[in-house]
Structure formats: C-alpha cells, structure tokens
C-alpha cells in the first residue's frame, strides 16, 4: 500500500496498448490524486465538473426550500422515511405504507420537486442538461445540482417540510396493482434510515435503528412496506425480471489513503426501494401516455449476444431457448443461485454484460416502446431521482405540466435530443467512474507487479479483452494469452503493468 504519496513510473511496454507514457512523479495524497484525474476525465469526455459563474450567482439568490403554493395535499402526518446509502444527503424519496380492506395496501412514494426551485432554462439548469447525471466517482462525488440544493434545499431532509410529487399506488394480496394516483404534496421526512442497518433489522440479524425507536408506528409501517416489496418482486419475477447479483467494488479509504475494496451488495432494504421504484416509473409512464403526454422512457432492449448467453447456460448443463425468452433466463438464474451460489456473482456479471445497455428513448402518444427486458415491465421511465439525474427533472416538469393541465414544457424535437443526450452522457460518466475506480485499483494494485490472480472474463471483442480479479475486485485489461476467451470464461493471470493516471491495470494469461 503507499502511504501519503504516489509515484507512478509506467514505463513498461505492454502488448495491446502501445508505449506506456511517462508519468512524473507527484507527490499527493491518493484521493487529491484520484480527484484530479477524475477531473481531468470528465473534462476529456465532455463533461463539466463545476458550476458556472451564472450558475453560482442564480445559487447565491436562492434563500431557501421551496414554500408550498397552490392546491397541495398536506400529508406531513404520515409515517414518511427515506432509505439509501449510510452517506447519502441527497435524497430524493420518501416511503410509507397504509393498510386497506380487502388485503390491499397503499404505497405512497414521495419525490423531490426540485424544479420548485430550478427553474426550466435557469443556469442551473444548463448545467444539469449538460452532465444530466451526477458522477460518483471513487475520491469525490460529481454532483448534478450543487451540494446546497442536492443535500439540503431540494433534498428530502429528516424533519424538514418539503414539496413533493406523490405517486399513490394501490396493490392487492398478490402485488398487483389495483389503482394509481399522482399529485403534489407536502411532506416530512421522520427517518432517515441506512440501507445495510435497516436490512439487518428486516432480516432479524440486527439491532432496530434508533430513529425507528424513536418514531411510534414506524416500525409497523416499515414491516408492511417490505411485505409489500416481497410481493412485487415476486410478481415481476414471475414475468420474468432478471435475478442478477453481480459484484460492486467500492473504494474504501484510510483518511485520503485508498486502503482496499468492498463489496455494495444488495439486501432487503435495497430490493425495497428498488421494487416501489420501478412500481413508481412505470405509474409515472402510464399516467403521461393517459394524458396524451410524451414520455423518456428508460429500455433495454431484447440482447443481442443471446446466443452466447445460451452458450453459458449449456455450460450449467442448463439449455435456454434459441430465441430471446426472458422468464426461461430468470428460471435459469433462478436454479443457478440454489445449486451453484458461489459462482453466481460471476455468471450475472457475464450475463449483464451480454446484455447490453439500457438507453433513453422518446415515447410519443400511441408509440409502442420496447419495455426493459431485465425488468420484465413494459412500461418504465426514470422519475424518482430529480437531485442526481436529469431524465428524471425533465419527467417531473412533464408530470406537473399535465397535472396542471398546461402545455408541454419541452418540443418534441427537445425531448428527442435529451433522449440521446442523457443515453450519451450517463455511458460518459460511467466511463469516467470506472477509470477512476481502475485508478484506485491501480494505486493499491502497483507494489504486486508479478503477482497471480483468479479472474474471469467480463468483456471480448475486437477492442480488447477484460477480466475481474476475484480478489481484489478489480477489473483490468488482458493483454496477453487472450486468444479463445470469451465472457464469462474462467481464467488465471498475472499483473504485468500499471498506470494510476490512464486507470490500467494490465494481466498476462498465466
């Protein structure tokens, strides 16, 4: 491990990718080093790390949360709590449960309006439709809208009134929908509750969160959210939604020493918000098209490589069908999990890749879009994120605009454009997350040239050949010994090279 400052000489030679550059010495610590190429790697893939001056002086004019005007609901007694990550300030959603006759249960899902406070053509939002997306990158987050309104002004906030966007949903005994509603509100949020605290509370291997003792009922109301959940997801996987477990490094630090890697896997709490936001999209969708509205919708289309997705399952001594069958795909999954668990990580990372990637597309009045095949829905949008993505702000002005009975806020050709645009700047920051992650990797990788590794393949075409260690969980470049290797094909390597600026990690087959 290197301690307080780097030195990167990247001088070898290395099949595949030509002559390495020299890189001076810099003395640093790791995540001033990691900030600056993350930086550096926005900037080179078009995107814009920092405000603009007129957007700094449209932030400094703005005194504080969005006030409640017009007909709004007050819904501020409810039992609202926000879940997501233990670090997380921007929150973007609340939850709460309420029992009905007949078995039924309302969800409720409350959504920052942030577009109380940024404005359609203001500077800040110029520079939303720019990047579209907030970057999370292994040193520093990259936000979307400035800090003071992503976790404070905008954000659903513990104890805090707001205004919101509700999507009221009603599911009967067997996680169908029964009704839906949509409407602004305001709310209170009671808890702000952590992902891995409250799954452990959920799955009894854990203490009750202290806010959840301090608030009466919340409990009650949680215990019904997840029953609800399980429901859900129950359903869409009948239909045919994909149970995928792939692995999730993340960078964990010693003070601003890059110290190892974790695991972000998922969990129960997870899956809960995970299913009454794909429920909340695909409200959103429907009531757009209800009101001759265009929609973004969010799909991923029927995989192309579903013949080596067939290949792999052969492997399983499983036989999928020659023609794209999703619910034939979840069964195979499905079984894999039971009967071989240590190896699914690997097997769903091999089949996310061979999916391909999800996309934005417009949806017009009377249109047929294509749906989302690892959802197993047809109908789905991006609305329940308004503070990190920007598909998500343009959804909530549609949303209000039709609630208010108002024309469209954007042209056809507008939303064609920020289609392409927000599909285009999410792979971008992606990209720029995984280089930065690689340099990460890279940075605790550079004292073990030499060294061998487990892998496994997780990308093959004409552009390279690319394979994740076991341990650490890091993905880098083969580029030696690739010939015959296909994704999801096991492998043994060796680290021959390493470049902390460009994020390369580079493996001989071994």
């Not at 806010?211 to 009466?216: A, F, G, L, Y």
Request: charged share 25%; net charge neutral.
């Amino acid at each position: 491990m290197i301690k307080g400052s780097i030195k990167t000489t990247g001088t070898e030679p290395v099949a595949g990718r030509g002559q390495s550059r020299q890189v001076c010495q810099r003395q640093s610590t790791d995540r001033v080093t990691l900030v600056a190429i993350a930086r550096q790697a926005m900037i080179d893939r078009g995107l814009e790390p920092d405000l603009t001056s007129a957007g700094r002086k449209e932030l400094a004019a703005i005194a504080g949360p969005a006030q409640a005007t017009g007909n709004l609901r007050d819904l501020r007694e409810r039992l609202w709590s926000s879940i997501d990550n233990d670090n997380s300030q921007d929150l973007d959603q609340l939850t709460v449960a309420e029992s009905l006759a007949n078995e039924q249960i309302r969800i409720l899902v409350a959504i920052a309006d942030v577009d109380a406070l940024v404005g359609k053509g203001s500077a800040l939002d110029g520079h939303a439709s720019r990047n579209t997306t907030s970057v999370y990158t292994a040193a520093a987050i990259f936000p979307m809208l400035p800090e003071v309104l992503s976790t404070d002004l905008t954000s659903l906030k513990q104890d805090e009134d707001r205004i919101a966007l509700v999507v009221d949903m009603v599911f009967d005994a067997k996680g169908s929908l029964v009704s839906s509603d949509l409407y602004r509100a305001c709310v209170r949020n009671r808890a702000k509750l952590a992902y891995h605290s409250l799954a452990a509370w959920l799955a009894g291997t854990g203490p009750v969160p202290q806010r959840i003792v301090e608030t009466p009922g919340l409990d009650a109301n949680l215990r019904l959210q997840d029953v609800v959940a399980q429901r859900l997801a129950g359903l869409r996987h009948c239909r045919g939604a994909l149970s995928l477990e792939t692995i999730e490094a993340t960078a964990i630090f010693e003070g601003d020493t890059i110290a190892g890697f974790g695991l972000d896997e998922k969990n129960r709490a997870k899956q809960l918000i995970e299913e009454f936001m794909i429920a909340a999209n695909g409200v959103t969708a429907t009531y757009l098209t209800s009101q001759n509205f265009p929609s973004l919708r969010r799909v991923l289309r029927v995989p192309k490589r579903w013949d080596r997705i067939v290949e792999l399952a052969a492997g399983f001594k499983e036989q999928l069908p020659d023609k794209p069958d999703a619910v034939a795909l979840e069964a195979f999954l499905t079984r894999c999990l039971t009967n071989a668990p240590e190896k699914f990580p690997d097997l769903s990372l091999s089949i996310v890749k061979l999916l391909g990637r999800g996309e934005y597309v417009l949806d017009l009045p009377g249109g047929k879009p294509p749906g989302h095949f690892g959802l197993a829905v047809k109908d789905y949008t991006h609305s329940t994120a308004p503070n990190r993505r920007f598909p998500d702000l343009i959804t909530q002005r549609l949303i209000k605009a039709a609630l208010a009975g108002s024309p469209l806020p954007y042209s056809i050709p507008e939303l064609t454009e920020y289609a392409q645009r927000c599909t285009e700047r999410e792979d971008a920051a992606e990209k720029v997350e995984r280089q930065v992650l690689k340099s990460a990797a890279a940075l605790l990788l550079s004292g073990r040239i030499g060294d061998s590794f487990d892998a496994v393949v997780t990308g093959a075409s004409i552009n390279g050949t690319w394979v994740r260690l076991f341990q650490p969980p890091t993905e880098g470049r083969l580029t030696l010994g690739f010939q015959g290797l296909d994704v999801g094909d096991p492998v043994h390597v060796k680290l021959i090279h390493t470049d902390v600026v460009r994020g390369f990690i580079d493996f001989a087959r071994d």
